[in-house]
């Protein structure tokens, strides 16, 4: 069977599926609301035209709330009768109406910016309170107006920097690409873009993220109590959305800076109808080094599109895209480049008030390049995927909810292609083998309210994963790609004693799993509330990586018949409590995690240009667990926040027989990410009305590493002798960084209303160590000494931002 066949059978198996839900579930559901049809009170919230995500709908009389999704729609299966909607949403004043609800309709709701005029010295804005009534938890939500506010890095307010202020989430340092959740690596996060995949979530390993701020509507992570909907990762998901274009009015945002610069333009393509939303950024600090006799460089470029149609009140259409690269050259020895491209298509039907449809289709691709030209050769790799999803939302009665659909991933990995650039070269053409997979889910999730004081989301995820030909798979003996020898103590690559060749589509190993989820709230009263949550994830696709962060280096590999999927269970259980009217929050939260099939690798592990990484693998477990508490002050002049975690991540390879150590003679040990104090502090401070302050500490303790123990001499040559992998740890890492925006008095009435941010990273010059070596005293030889390697000092920046 080829390859298409094989993806259309899963589709068409998983569509078929799907599709018998709703057919089951209107038997459920007429028996639920046989005696009395209530209307439904649907809507959606915008600030004009663009969907405010996130935004909470509360139903005075009943004291029901709900939060709009990523289009900026709610909906409310309600009694007749008459009901005061109270909207609200951070950075925006509120609204309230009056609906007299005879049957079912549909209503739009506009909000307007607050203004943020001082009024007897407290500004009254829209809270980030702590969710009390519903069952969701362990998720960090920042909308992009609260992302704007906190202090610029580098001249840019940076998406991805934003989140790792707040409990639970860590990366590797300064300099470090990706980030880290629960313990969790960067490979084992789901990045989604407007639904579609992203692999690398960075620009200038790690400097800036891929996210452009003025094209970016919404984010929300989920570190745990991950819906149904979720799948193919271990850790975590980020959800990224980005804006609709204005349908009325042409408006423009952008930025100037000293590293960076930004553009963005949208307006409508038939009014009232259809919109377009073009964004664009470029950094060109490496121009100034072109002054000086630098000869090397490091840039990056991206653009984001996207194109919304209304075709009537039932149909929206919906294109978007994105494109980046990263360029750095070192003098004239190479040259590397690397990005992602994502396309993604989505309709969305409303088949009756009740019954909502969403199908996308996405293609994602990230590459690598590296040209060597000293020794005139150039390399190539990439991962590509093509997904197919459609989602149905489904309003059971006023206080049940179901959520179900199916999706369908086809994968081709590109691990990599050598080859000359000149005649001259040594180099001779080699291409790894590329590996293909298809990866197929299928869930139904529900959200219950029990009474005034319980609330649920429930639900399962069924997910398929089969790694198919073309290929040819090497052979070993036992089955075992890696030997342990006894003589010397060390694990070895095995040798191939063979080859056994699939056909195109032909089916190399298959896994499926059955992945249960479970969140419960126990609502106390309407400022507290209780809650626990349950999941299983299966990640069937690894990020192999044996650096702290990952780099443009790292290749992405389906599981097969030696490298297993990864399976992660994880609990966690929670206080939440609203204070003084919503002024104050607070959100505390302790989990537990427990990983099977951990990939580990053996000393001595080469990872780029392997054509059979299993041959540098070893299977092992993790586990995580850890305290989060986060303080929150939503009103007044003074906004901000106060994160802490305390927590532990740790994994363990054992031996395979008796006779084997494993990794760190089989002990558990702390992995590369793991961090037991990380504290951090977020203020804002509105001076007046032309000027704001904004400040962010980060405190942390230092990322473990292995030093040596010792040395020998070798052949003349000291060689160090490490002891226990990340038996150590780096230097705590901390920094302060402040910002301060000044906008023009009567800017607000302009058309044309700009901003000055003045930032500095790292106030005190923190040194703060990305890595330390050992190598011998030049002085004193037969001596070591440890080097310690800084990225920051002080950073200041100035950036003019404009709107029109």
Do not use: C
Not at 192 to 204: C, E, Q, R
Not at 394 to 402: E, F, K, R
Not at 454 to 464: C, D, E, I, Q, V
Not at 553 to 576: C, H, M, N, R
Request: glycine fraction near 8%; proline fraction near 3%; aromatic fraction near 12%.
């Amino acid at each position: 069977m080829n390859t298409n066949k094989k993806f259309t059978k899963y589709t068409l198996g998983l569509l078929l599926y799907a599709f018998t839900i709703p057919l089951h579930l209107q038997s459920v559901k007429a028996k639920v609301i046989e005696e009395q049809a209530q209307p439904t009170l649907k809507g959606k919230v915008t600030d004009q035209n663009t969907p405010l995500i996130g935004a909470t709908i509360l139903i005075q009389e009943l004291n029901k709330a709900e939060m709009t999704d990523e289009n900026g729609e709610f909906s409310f299966n309600l009694p007749t009768g008459n009901y005061t909607l109270i909207v609200s949403y951070l950075g925006y004043a509120s609204s309230t109406s009056k609906i007299d609800l005879k049957a079912s309709q549909s209503i739009n709701i506009k909000l307007k910016q607050d203004s943020s005029q001082l009024n007897e010295l407290v500004i009254v804005k829209n809270t980030t309170k702590a969710d009390i009534r519903t069952p969701e938890m362990s998720v960090n939500k920042l909308s992009i107006e609260e992302v704007k506010k906190m202090p610029a890095v580098l001249g840019e307010v940076d998406v991805l920097k934003s989140i790792l202020s707040l409990p639970g989430v860590t990366n590797a340092g300064e300099g470090a690409s990706g980030f880290n959740v629960r313990g969790g690596s960067a490979g084992q996060n789901l990045i989604l873009l407007d639904d579609a995949n992203v692999f690398s979530s960075s620009h200038l390993f790690g400097f800036f993220s891929i996210f452009n701020s003025d094209a970016i509507n919404d984010l929300k992570l989920y570190k745990g109590g991950i819906p149904a909907r979720f799948g193919g990762r271990a850790s975590s998901v980020l959800e990224v959305f980005q804006k609709n274009g204005n349908t009325n009015e042409y408006h423009g945002t952008g930025g100037v800076g000293i590293i960076s610069s930004r553009l963005m333009a949208e307006g409508p393509i038939q009014k009232g109808k259809s919109s377009f939303l073009v964004a664009g950024r470029a950094s060109y600090a490496h121009l100034f080094l072109k002054l000086t006799d630098n000869n090397s460089s490091a840039y990056f470029y991206d653009l984001n599109t996207k194109l919304n149609f209304e075709l009537d009140n039932k149909n929206k259409i919906t294109f978007s895209g994105y494109f980046g690269r990263d360029v750095f050259k070192f003098a004239n020895l190479f040259e590397n480049n690397f990005g992602n491209t994502v396309l993604n298509t989505q309709w969305h039907h409303l088949f009756k008030d009740d019954l909502s449809s969403k199908l996308t289709l996405t293609y994602s691709d990230y590459m690598y390049g590296f040209d060597m030209d000293l020794l005139k050769f150039k390399w190539d790799s990439s991962i590509k995927n093509y997904q197919l999803k459609y989602d149905f939302t489904q309003d059971i009665n006023t206080n049940l909810q179901l959520k179900y659909g199916i999706s369908a991933l086809y994968y081709d990995f590109s691990p990599g292609t050598m080859k000359p650039t000149r005649s001259d070269s040594s180099i001779i053409y080699r291409k790894l083998d590329s590996k293909y997979a298809f990866e197929g889910g299928a869930y139904l999730e529900a959200e219950q309210s029990i009474g005034q004081h319980f609330s649920l989301n429930y639900g399962a995820r069924f997910s398929t994963f089969s790694n198919i030909g073309k290929q040819d798979v090497n052979l070993y003996q036992n089955n075992q790609p890696v030997r342990y020898d006894s003589n010397l103590g060390l694990y070895k690559m095995a040798d191939v004693i063979g080859k056994e060749s699939y056909s195109k589509g032909k089916s190399i190993q298959n896994y499926n799993n059955f992945e249960p989820r479970l969140g419960l709230a126990y609502i106390l009263n309407d400022d507290q509330s209780i809650k626990a949550s349950y999941n299983r994830m299966a990640q069937y696709i690894h990020l192999m990586s044996n650096t702290a962060a990952p780099t443009p280096l790292d290749i992405w590999t389906p599981s097969s018949q030696y490298i297993k999927p990864e399976i992660v269970d994880q609990v966690a259980l929670g206080y939440f409590q609203n204070f003084k009217e919503g002024k104050y929050s607070l959100e505390t939260e302790v989990f537990y995690k427990k990983g099977k099939n951990r990939i580990d690798y053996i000393d001595g592990a080469q990872l780029i240009g392997n054509d059979a990484i299993e041959r540098v693998v070893l299977v092992g477990e993790s586990r995580a667990y850890g305290l989060e508490l986060l303080v929150r002050k939503n009103l007044g002049r003074l906004t901000g926040w106060m994160s802490y975690t305390l927590s532990k991540s740790e994994q363990r390879t054992p031996g395979r027989t008796a006779e084997e150590p494993g990794i760190n003679n089989g002990e558990w040990y702390r992995t590369a990410y793991d961090k037991t104090h990380d504290f951090s502090v977020t203020a804002m401070y509105e001076l007046n009305p032309k000027w704001s302050l904004s400040a962010s500490f980060t405190l942390q303790s230092g990322r473990p590493t292995s030093y040596p123990e010792g040395r020998y001499d070798y052949l003349g040559q000291s060689v160090p002798n490490f002891g226990k992998r990340n038996a150590y740890s780096l230097p705590s890492y901390h920094h302060l960084d402040v910002s301060a925006n000044y906008s023009p008095k009567g800017n607000a009435r302009k058309k044309w209303q700009s901003e000055w941010v003045f930032g500095i990273y790292n106030l005190y010059g923190r040194a703060n160590a990305a890595s330390i070596s050992f190598r011998e005293n030049e002085d004193h030889r037969g001596q070591n000494e440890a080097v310690k390697m800084s990225i920051f000092g002080i950073v200041p920046s100035v950036t003019y931002n404009f709107k029109f």
